[in-house]
């Protein structure tokens, strides 16, 4: 089952973090990121968490399942959804323990298509 946009909706309004979380909606499902960073997954109306020490001290006891099949398990962070200050502190400092992307190689140009005769 694909996640709902309402429940993107609904993740960035619990979070209030303005323009600091976006979004990229893959294969049905969405990717949040963070200061450029992914953070987190939002499967089948499901939040997971990347894994991290961040995870483990502040939320120990949330339950772990895979997001996608053949993924290792996550922490399902649902039950703060309801708990913005926790959700928020979780994904923040899950944020500062992410590496920056690596920066994208720029395209080449397409060549022009060979003209005919």
């Known amino acids: 089952m694909a996640t709902d946009r ?21 294969f049905g499902e969405y990717a949040l990121y963070v200061d450029e960073k992914v953070v987190a997954f939002a ?8 894994p991290s020490a961040a995870a483990a001290e502040l939320a120990p006891d949330l339950p772990q399942r895979p997001p996608y099949p053949g993924a ?14 926790n959700l928020r502190r979780l994904i923040l400092e899950t944020a500062a323990l992410m ?3 690596k920066p994208r ?13």
Do not use: W
């Open 6 to 26: 309402d429940f993107i909706d609904y993740v960035a309004e619990q979070l209030a973090l303005g323009e600091r979380l976006t979004h990229k909606k893959m």
């Open 43 to 50: 499967c089948d109306n499901s939040l997971f968490v990347k």
């Open 72 to 85: 290792k398990d996550y922490p399902v962070a649902d039950e703060l959804l309801d708990d913005a200050d």
């Open 99 to 101: 590496p920056m992307p």
């Open 105 to 117: 190689a720029p395209r080449k140009p397409k060549a022009a298509p060979a003209r005919r005769r």
